[in-house]
């Protein structure tokens, strides 16, 4: 018999890939489905980082790279924080990652020892979870509220410290998957509070730059230690190109460096040469992110008046997280629903929320205009 690690069995299926492959699946038999269940741009990357990517690919060699990333890039990160943020990051201090999931295997294995309580988010993204999990450290969810906007606040943080003698902090805005971006004050307060307890302070910021009338701003304005993570995924559209970087204090970036090493050896060449075009795409890109802002518009003004109205403004990101209670409890079935009858695949709240995510169902509006409008069309009538 093989055996399986405690640890594996741990870790919890990611359901909006489960019904991904199902949304999938349907799809090649022919059937017409609206995809709304997985957090990707529909967008391609931009124009200047496929045409560096083949250049550098005409070039003959794929080689590897340094395990931090191509000295070029990290510059360019640096000089991003400099130019979008007013904040002065080193680029010894910029670590490039392939996406920012493995940003978080480095910051957690750096920054913690097995058994140590890490304070997340909840809803949150699942991947801290089980990644957590499988690293053999202890979650320990703050439970956020629709009625405080889904924002963790320095207040929860303290709680939950009290609670559980936390031995570091994760944060994320935009949120994934309320939407919620957490203001530069609260923002700000989180800081200082987990300075005060001792508790590093990661702060996931993969949706920046998708901001809905309010700015989303970097931690490092209020504590250069914070350990930051991003990604080319969300805002560059470059999901699968899996490249993302992270920032770190000084102290971890040996330590990660060796752990980079040995885990993967280095982000992706042809990835790496992409992502430093990317910064010449800003118009490219806020051409989609405008595109992100009209179907958000289109989910909020329609899903009231078709019984989805249990929701909240979305400030960034590109999820709707709807609280379906007054449809279902148990939303898993209702998506499984949703998708046979309606032809539209969402992601059961589960996936986020171990205790109240069965009556919550998110919505992805990532993709184009007519989906989002043909979403709301066919949810009419399956509603009615
Ligand atoms: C909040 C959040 N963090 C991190 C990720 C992982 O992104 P990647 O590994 O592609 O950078 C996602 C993906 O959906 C996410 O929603």
Known sequence: ???????????????????????????????????????????????????????ALEGGRVPYTEALGLPALRE??????????????????????????????????????????????????????????????????????????????????????????????????????????????????????????????????IYHGLGYGVPTTTALRFDSDAIVINSFSKYHCMTGWRVGWMVVPDALVRPIERLAQHLYISAPYLSQVGALAAFDATEEL?????????NRAILLDAFPGIGLGRTHPVDGAFYLYADVANLTNDASAFCRRMLDEAGVAATPGLDFDREAGHHHVRFSFAGSEAECREAVRRLRTWLA
Request: charged letters at 15%.
């Open 1 to 55: 018999m093989i055996p399986i690690s405690r640890r594996a069995a741990a870790v919890a299926p990611f359901l909006a890939m489960d019904v991904m492959v199902a949304a999938a699946t349907k799809a090649r038999a022919g059937e017409d489905v609206v995809r709304m269940e997985v957090g990707q741009p529909s967008a391609p990357a931009p124009r200047a980082v496929i045409a560096a990517a083949q250049r």
């Open 76 to 205: 360019r990160i640096a000089q991003d924080y400099r130019e979008r943020h007013g904040v002065a990051v080193p680029p010894e201090r910029v670590v490039v990652t392939t996406g920012s999931s493995a940003g978080f295997i480095l910051a957690f294995l750096s920054l913690f020892d097995a058994g140590a309580r890490v304070g997340v988010p909840q809803p949150g993204y699942p991947a801290y979870h089980n990644i957590l999990s499988a690293l053999d450290l202890v979650p320990v969810p703050m439970r956020l509220s629709a009625a405080d906007r889904y924002a963790p606040t320095a207040a929860l943080l303290q709680a939950t410290h009290a609670a559980h003698a936390l031995s570091g902090v994760l944060v994320m805005s935009p949120a994934n998957p309320s939407g919620t971006v957490i203001g530069e004050a609260a923002l700000a307060e989180l800081c200082a509070a987990a300075r005060a307890l001792g508790l590093p302070f990661v702060s996931d910021e």
């Open 286 to 294: 806020d051409a989609v992110r405008d595109g992100y802002a009209r």
